[in-house]
């Protein structure tokens, strides 16, 4: 059974900037995204990454996601945080290679790092 850790959530002041980092037990292939669940609101993918980065329009221009191939590692640089940024932050193993923000097309996912914006 594959198992994800996402490590680097904590808190911030609106505008900060966090790094994520999404660590798979082995080594995956498949396209790996990233989704965050607000308090009382669905799953959202943010952005994912298979041969290219794909981003939602939601956090586009303020995140960028990255693969490391060699340390087996998926990170999401976020900058320019709002407060309705606050989430539990997951990283999830795509049954396909290519990338896709729905959710559903996802088959393992980690626990989450919560990110908590606010002054």
């Not at 505008?15 to 009382?40: D, N, T």
Request: hydrophobic share 35%.
């Amino acid at each position: 059974q594959l198992q994800l850790v996402e490590s680097g959530g904590g808190s911030v002041q609106p505008g900060g900037s966090l790094k994520l980092s999404c660590r798979p037990s082995r080594f995956v292939a498949e396209a790996i995204g990233w989704f965050r669940q607000a308090p009382g609101k669905e799953r959202e993918g943010i952005a994912c990454v298979d041969f290219a980065e794909h981003y939602a329009d939601s956090m586009k221009g303020r995140i960028i996601i990255s693969r490391n191939h060699a340390r087996n590692t998926v990170s999401l640089e976020m900058s320019g945080l709002k407060p309705e940024d606050t989430a539990v932050y997951h990283c999830a193993v795509s049954s396909l290679s290519l990338c896709t923000l729905d959710r559903g097309s996802y088959k393992y996912w980690g626990v989450g790092t919560q990110v908590i914006v606010s002054a």
